[in-house]
């Protein structure tokens, strides 16, 4: 797998095609730039295979260096037009001179709309930074190449109670997972005579009231959840006096623990047997720090339940085309989404919090056997919110021509991929796991 796809063309190309080969590689990048071989006489079809295995294509604009492109033999139109219906993330890179012809095929008028990179010899390494800016899947680490599994966590309050989308989404989302986690909240409450539960995360109660909190076990039940108007709605909605209640608190911030202290004294509450944390940590800058203090007021025989999203483990076949790992790969560095290797990290963060007899109850997901409605679900449960979040990323953002091009690609491409997604034989998997451990 290459990182990075270098197209020139040979006139006027060549010097700076090797240039940023040469420099790209020193900084420890998997980069694809022939030299002869492949680029003499007729179009060699072993570069399909390296531009497929590419996240990036890079294409050296010299000047007049697209004149050519008129004819349908041009290797270099053959590259690009290959690369665009690959839906790769082409850079245009042009250089001194350079100007975009009137009278490109059609196949390659969409060029121009790419987000390009003025390139300068004199201040190269100022290019080689723009470029790297508006490549996807690289991640650089004191100007080498990180490892992919570095920490990318940020501190993300994503849930707001007018987002009436998101709102459905989750609700959608709570009937599909029902099967999913529903034998892991059974076991809970099969173990204890009585129920003492603390979720954090709570939106607006739905969740926890249809899993634990309709138990006739239940004694009680605080929800926390940092979006105010949430917390309104599900005291109006299920709060009992003396029994179970939502209050707002940032589970992130330096008064945390004495501020969860103060709100179990007022409930008369000293410890919880079940502490649950559904699709919560990967909005967190610090899981590690919440589950220490979270572990504090769990009982000596009590159950953390924690369910997570890892979109590492997502699978989606057949994908000939690519489109349902561009919608991945377009989640995974959207802001809005959250960490989404989330759920690599439990197993390890809970015993790293003094939490024992950790165990997976589910890993993933799957298609298999759901019927027509499921599957609507779970592509609305998984896809729809990308899309959302683009838009909600556009009017924070509208300079941002990434953006721009994902959202306009994502909207044109979606009821192809929701079509695709209702065949028998396709088959996709959604990275959700689920853990318990004990104190």
């Not at 179970?244 to 709100?263: N, Q, T």
Request: charged fraction near 35%; charge should be negative; glycine fraction near 6%.
């Amino acid at each position: 797998m290459y990182d990075i796809f270098i197209s020139y063309r040979r006139d006027g190309g060549f010097e700076m095609a090797r240039l940023l080969y040469d420099r790209l590689q020193d900084m420890g990048l998997n980069v694809f730039f022939d030299l002869e071989e492949l680029r003499s006489g007729k179009f060699n079809v072993k570069l399909f295979s390296a531009i497929d295995e590419s996240s990036n294509f890079l294409l050296v604009l010299p000047q007049g260096s697209l004149d050519r492109c008129k004819n349908d033999d041009d290797w270099l139109r053959i590259e690009i037009e290959y690369a665009v219906s690959k839906r790769k993330n082409i850079v245009p890179l042009m250089m001194k001179g350079f100007e975009w012809p009137e009278n490109l095929p059609e196949t390659l008028k969409s060029l121009h709309l790419y987000n390009a990179v003025q390139m300068s010899r004199e201040y190269f390494q100022a290019s080689i930074d723009r470029i790297l800016t508006m490549c996807s899947n690289i991640a650089l680490k004191g100007g080498k190449k990180a490892h992919t599994e570095k920490e990318v966590r940020e501190d993300n309050k994503y849930y707001f109670f007018d987002d009436k989308k998101e709102r459905r989404r989750l609700k959608i989302q709570q009937n599909l997972m029902r099967s999913f986690d529903a034998p892991a909240y059974d076991k809970v409450k099969n173990r204890y005579e009585r129920l003492s539960v603390l979720d954090l995360g709570a939106n607006t109660g739905e969740f926890i009231m249809d899993r634990l909190g309709a138990s006739e076990k239940l004694e009680k039940l605080i929800g926390i959840e940092f979006d105010e108007k949430s917390v309104e709605y599900a005291n109006a909605a299920y709060g009992l006096e003396g029994k179970i209640s939502f209050h707002r608190l940032d589970l992130e911030s330096e008064s945390f623990y004495d501020d969860l202290r103060d709100i179990m004294d007022k409930c008369g509450v000293g410890s919880f047997n079940v502490i649950n944390l559904s699709m919560t940590l990967l909005h967190l800058k610090s899981p590690y720090r919440l589950l220490k203090k979270l572990r504090s007021v769990l009982d000596g025989d009590g159950t953390v339940i924690v369910k997570d999203i890892d979109d590492g483990l997502n699978l989606a076949y057949p994908d000939d085309e690519g489109d349902f790992a561009k919608a991945v790969d377009i989640c995974s560095r959207e802001e809005l989404a959250g960490y989404r290797k989330s759920g690599r990290q439990i197993y390890t963060l809970l015993y790293r919090s003094g939490f024992k007899h950790v165990t997976q109850e589910r890993l993933g997901l799957s298609t298999v056997g759901m019927d027509s409605d499921e599957r609507s679900a779970l592509f609305d449960t998984y896809f729809s919110f990308i899309r959302e979040d683009l838009r909600l990323l556009q009017e924070k953002h509208p300079d941002d021509k990434r953006i721009k091009a994902d959202l306009d690609w994502y909207v044109d491409i979606y009821d192809d991929l929701e079509e695709r997604f209702q065949d028998d034989a396709f088959y996709f998997v959604l990275g959700f796991v689920l853990f318990t451990a004990q104190k």
